[in-house]
């Protein structure tokens, strides 16, 4: 077995893109003020990209370790490979973890509250064992608050806080600092929701179980199309009021990834309901490079248009 290729196969690559996002995003709320701080949103997202590479592995690991056996008469070789592939997963994990728990330290140095890191922190270890606890828990509708939560109001707003805490007027939770925050959020978990939702639909397409009460199972292949667009529709309504109430030079500009996020999104949840397999596995590969593309043209032009950057702090 070749262990390189096996693990690059259960890493899902392309799911990075949606903890780069998140960490993009949370800079982008936090540029708009003037506060970016390159060193901690990079630290910020190396801690993103660790967990959500060690949450692939256990997951993974757990999804093989769960599996029914071979029927037959077992196979040496495969037994032989499937152990090997059990403790590559698990070790694999379990590395990842210890890197995220180092970058963590190293966030609660940059931190000027400790203990909010410490409650942040200890929310987001708590919500991804809860993602990826086993397969017959994974993508069920509880899971889908635990998305928004997750790449939304806890991964962005960690992240903009990390980085405008010290230039805070006033404190940690001043509504001019944390607004962008709060608002982009907020938005960008809508699009993580259809990102779920969608993945949600191309397992039941290839594995419907009935006892397993997903989302589809739970609230119909309508209802997932459905919620789906809803999500867009909600994130372009969010970045709306936020660009308004943020009172923007140019507000009419500042909304521009908001419609583009949305127009994408509208396409994938048109096309779910006619879409085979296939065609539903570049829908997730679209959805995951629309969660990207929206936070990069978040910080590209909040950037542009936010007020100059006053940030006094640019290393520890």
Known sequence: MDILQFMKRRADFQSLLL????VVAGTAAAVVRGNMEVLAASVCLLFALAMQLGCNFYHSYLVMRHSEPLPGRPDRV?????TLSLRVLREGSTACLIISLMLGLTIMTMSADFWWTIIVGGCIYSLVY???????????????????????PIG??????????????????????SSPCLFLGVAMGF????????????????????SQKGCVSFFGRRGVILLTGICGMLMLATV????????????????????LGFA???????????????????????????YFLTALLFFI????????????????
């Open 264 to 290: 994408l999104n509208t396409l994938v949840a048109f096309t779910m309901s006619r879409a085979g397999v296939g065609e539903l596995h570049h829908l997730i590969t679209l959805t995951r490079v629309n």
């Open 78 to 82: 495969r037994e032989g490979d499937r």
């Open 130 to 152: 809860l993602m990826t606890i086993g397969p017959r828990v994974y993508r069920n509708p509880g899971s889908l608050l635990i998305t928004f939560l997750l790449f939304g």
């Open 240 to 259: 709306v009021w936020s660009v308004f109430s943020l009172s923007f030079p140019s507000p009419l500009i500042a909304v521009i990834p908001g419609f």
């Open 191 to 210: 699009l993580a929701c259809s990102h779920h939702l969608v993945l949600a639909y191309f397992n039941y397409e290839i594995n419907p179980t009935p």
């Open 156 to 177: 962005v707003m960690a992240t903009g806080f990390l980085q405008f805490q010290h230039e805070a007027a006033r404190s940690l939770w001043n509504f001019y600092d």
């Open 19 to 22: 903890s780069a996002g998140t």
């Open 301 to 316: 032009i909040w950037w542009v248009l936010g007020t100059p950057d006053d940030s006094m702090r640019m290393l520890f």
